[in-house]
């Protein structure tokens, strides 16, 4: 098994800034892709941002230059830098890792963590 806990969420006003902390631990495995998605009342899951292990990034539509996604490989965790927030961002932000999982090939989710960004 692989845990997956965020931290990070909380409350911030219109236009300010977060950093959301996703860590994976367990044993025997290395981490392909991180992925950030939220979800919000009534609403379908969508995807923030995803990096790959080797590096490359994609981003929601909404994202529009305004988050970062990074990763610390040492210590199987991602980042997201989210800035210039908006109430609209208002959601549960949950992380998703995709393993290779003594060679197979496994994904697991974060227990997700409340973003709530005042007006």
């Known amino acids: 098994q692989v845990q997956v806990v965020e931290s990070g969420g909380g409350l911030v006003q219109d236009g300010g800034s977060l950093r959301l902390d996703c860590t994976a631990s367990?044993?025997?495995?290395?981490?392909?892709?991180f992925e950030w998605y939220r979800q919000s009342p009534g609403k379908a899951r969508e995807l923030v941002a995803r990096?790959?292990?080797?590096?490359?990034?994609n981003y929601g539509d909404f994202v529009k230059g305004r988050f970062t996604i990074s990763r610390d490989n040492a210590q199987n965790t991602v980042y997201l830098q989210m800035n210039k927030l908006k109430p609209e961002d208002t959601a549960v932000y949950l992380c998703?890792?995709?393993?290779?999982?003594?060679?197979?090939?496994?994904?697991?989710w974060g227990q997700g963590t409340q973003v709530t960004v005042s007006a």
């Open positions: 990096l790959s292990s080797g590096g490359s990034t």
């Open positions: 998703n890792v995709d393993v290779n999982r003594w060679g197979y090939l496994e994904t697991y």
């Open positions: 367990g044993t025997g495995f290395s981490v392909n892709t």
